[in-house]
């Protein structure tokens, strides 16, 4: 482990009208790695993201982004966040979307990083198409090239190989392989064993708890894929 | 940034700022300039008519001096603690996130890009503020305009300070809620305080003081027959009045983005249940935004239910007895606020006790929420052993005695402002057949459905709005028999009479229609 993370969550914690949905979560994740972030419907996966990029609040704890509080401004330079359903402006293209999010993170010429995701990820006709023009694998991967457009230390997705075809989905990992070389970490929350197959790590969440912390083993986390009782603890 | 070209340049926030007056240019530019302009000819037109109507409906005759003493001491701690209920509902919508609804987008790209979440929120709110201020002079003045016909003081004076007062509640309402989801107020800290508040009015109106701030500004909207320090303390009340909206402004970027998130899709959805005048969808949104949810333990556990008992009226009050505080007291506030409206009205405008009607029907939306329960779940009735129009039927009752309830409050408090009891006699006689007409009223608006006229919208308008104007006449025939009979000197209460058994003669015939309606969607979808 680095000396200094990329991203540190200790005791963190989140209820919701009682209920525990992330409790006493601590993790730390490094420069480099790529983490493949598994565990049931509705262990904790989305919360412990969403807390992570500043979009909740904790109950209890923190998560820092390169030692900066989740949420401020230096954490939001650092942290690209891809959420689980993508979200667009319904009057803007696809082109404009990245235009405009290169802008707001101050990438002075993007055109030709635009260019090569559009292209890579099989969206330059769509460039000048509106999102609700798009069917949803379109839809999702113009939200993946959003999340890449803009510099990063850390990504999270949150599942963003659902709907997919196998050639997108190919594209999408050689583009996180890419993150990963010039040195961002990546998170990415999944029930797809090629992620794991892909990933340097693997963190399981059960219940809101951290239940594995490790190599990317599919026999000894394959059960917090379906069935977390027959998962191995670290 | 010259959007659709693909080069960009500058700091995040002068993105920020082209990117939206591209959005805004767009819009404008898509916006069709004939259709616009006819719906302000036709607004204008309804204004004018609505103008006309009431300059004719309320009494020009000189307030007496009696009155304008009374004015003089009491109102503006009344209208403060009208005031302060407004800064009380501005601040519970702030401690649930309120009141600025982002687009999702918005929250997702802006507000997590590494530029000052204050200077990014802060043109939204400041848009709202300015659109509310301006709605509320234009509300100001408009009463201002008949106000001096009646009151000592000169027209500019009375349409100047209403004007103000007007602006002024909106800007006070919006700057507590600002300020309370700026600071992440949590809803209890917020609502004791919006509660102190209310209180504090309340005691100025018990002891004729002025010393509460939403008092203060009542002192603006009677500044014309008021004299000396009360201009002063008018000064202050509008001072603070800023001041809270400047606050509130000030932190707008404290916001937190979880509300934001679910105030985003909610809002989005609200806009187009609106749109489809699908009201019922409307009250489970807006509870939604509210964060308003039934509580897990009821106020009160019934007894275990016999065998052959009434199982719907018993559904009907476990419902009732679920209901979070803040629907109980805001059912309550509106049953005051049609007696103090019906007070008002039976001595200035007469036509206006046409608008108690519509407080109780809001009240109402509420009261049939066991019936619209039934309603959403049609393949749940369908599957019990009886017929759904006996269903429905039965589930008025338990609406309709709640709704009594909340009539009687109104009674009770025309009684108590007005000091008379023919007021309490006229509450008493219409008491019954008003509920039901109310409950049936509200049964036919939440259970309507909102697609049936989808290709003829003004008809569906139409249909929307006749529950509204039903609800608004069943209230207003009693109060207005009575009026005409206190009048011409004949026997208010035997007129009130009247009016109840016309209204308990819509219901004979709004129950079983109401029922066939049911009978009618079960037979069609069997």
Request: proline share 6%; hydrophobic share 55%.
């Amino acid at each position: 482990m680095s000396a200094t993370p990329v991203l540190r969550a200790h005791g963190l914690g989140r209820k919701y009208d009682g209920y525990i949905a992330l409790g006493s979560f601590a993790v730390e994740i490094a420069a480099g790695e790529l983490v493949a972030l598994v565990g049931p419907n509705g262990a904790g996966k989305t919360t412990f993201l969403t807390l992570a990029a500043g979009l909740l609040d904790p109950s209890s704890g923190g998560v820092e982004i390169e030692g900066h509080a989740a949420g401020s401004i230096e954490a939001r330079r650092a942290l690209s966040y891809l959420p689980d359903a993508p979200v667009f402006y319904e009057d803007l293209s696809i082109g404009e979307h990245l235009e405009y999010l290169a802008a707001l993170h101050g990438v002075e010429d993007a055109e030709p990083r635009i260019e090569s995701l559009l292209d890579r990820l099989g969206l330059g006709e769509w460039r000048d198409g509106l999102a609700g023009e798009l069917s949803h694998g379109m839809r999702q991967k113009a939200s993946i090239a959003l999340a890449l457009v803009r510099p990063f230390s850390i990504l999270l997705a949150d599942e963003p190989l659902d709907g997919l075809d196998p050639p997108s989905r190919e594209a999408v990992f050689e583009l996180l392989a890419e993150a990963r070389a010039e040195g961002a970490a990546l998170i990415v929350s999944t029930h797809r064993p090629d992620v794991l197959a892909a990933a340097s790590r693997c963190v399981a969440i059960h219940e809101g708890r951290l239940a594995y912390d490790g190599a990317p083993d599919e026999a000894a986390v394959a059960g917090f894929f379906d069935h977390p009782e027959e998962g191995s603890a670290a | 940034m010259s959007t659709g070209q693909g080069t960009v340049a500058g700091s995040p926030l002068a993105a920020l700022r082209t990117m939206r007056r591209a959005r805004r240019r767009r819009y404008v530019e898509r916006l069709d300039v004939m259709e616009v302009l006819y719906r302000v000819y036709v607004a204008a037109i309804f204004a004018a008519i609505a103008l006309g109507v009431l300059a004719g409906a309320i009494n020009e005759a000189p307030a007496s001096a009696t009155a304008v003493e009374w004015l003089r001491g009491h109102g503006p701690a009344l209208l403060g603690i009208a005031v302060a209920v407004g800064v009380l509902a501005g601040l519970r919508t702030g401690a649930h996130g309120g009141p600025l609804a982002i687009e999702a987008a918005e929250v997702q790209y802006v507000l997590l890009a590494p530029l000052p979440r204050s200077a990014a929120l802060r043109p939204a709110a400041v848009r709202q503020l300015r659109t509310s201020a301006l709605a509320g002079a234009v509300i100001g003045a408009v009463i201002g305009n008949f106000v001096f016909r009646r009151l000592p003081g000169s027209p500019v004076e009375w349409i100047a300070c209403l004007a103000l007062f007007g602006a002024l509640v909106p800007v006070c309402v919006l700057g507590a809620a600002l300020l309370a989801s700026g600071r992440r107020w949590r809803p209890l800290p917020a609502g004791i305080g919006g509660l102190l508040l209310v209180a504090w009015s309340a005691a100025d109106a018990a002891f004729g003081w002025t010393s509460s701030p939403a008092t203060m500004l009542g002192e603006l909207a009677t500044l014309p027959v008021q004299s000396g320090i009360d201009a002063a303390l008018a000064a202050a009340g509008v001072a603070i009045a800023l001041a809270l909206a400047g606050l509130g402004l000030l932190g707008v970027g404290g916001i937190l983005l979880e509300a934001a998130r679910r105030r985003a899709a909610l809002a989005a959805e609200l806009r187009f249940s609106a749109s489809v005048q699908d009201l019922r969808t409307v009250v489970l949104l807006r509870r939604q935004l509210a964060s308003e949810r039934s509580r897990r333990r009821p106020w009160l556990r019934l007894p275990p239910a016999r065998p052959g008992g009434h199982p719907v009226w018993r559904r009907g009050w476990q419902s009732f007895l679920r209901w979070p505080p803040a629907r109980i007291a805001r059912v309550a506030l509106l049953g005051v606020a049609a007696g103090a409206l019906a007070v008002g009205a039976w001595s200035a405008a007469p036509l206006a006790l046409l608008l108690p009607g519509l407080l109780l029907f809001v009240a109402g939306l509420d009261l049939v929420e066991p019936l619209a329960q039934e309603s959403d779940h049609p393949t749940r009735r369908q599957l019990l052993p009886v017929a759904s129009g006996g269903l429905i039927r039965r589930h008025l009752a338990a609406p309709a005695a709640a709704t009594a309830v909340v009539v009687l409050l109104a009674t009770a408090t025309a009684t108590a402002i007005s000091r008379d009891p023919v007021a309490l006699g006229i509450g008493l006689l219409a008491c019954v057949p008003v509920a039901l007409a109310l409950a049936c009223s509200a049964a036919f608006s939440a259970t309507a459905d909102p697609y049936a006229y989808v290709l003829s919208p003004e008809l569906g308008a139409a249909v929307s709005a006749a529950p509204l104007v039903a609800a608004s006449v069943v209230v207003g025939v009693p109060l207005l028999f009575a009026w005409a009979a206190h009048r011409h000197g004949g026997s208010v209460l035997s007129a009130a009479a009247g009016g109840a058994a016309f209204v308990a003669l819509v219901v004979a015939a709004a129950v079983p229609f109401l029922a066939r309606q049911f009978d009618n969607r079960d037979a069609v979808s069997e």
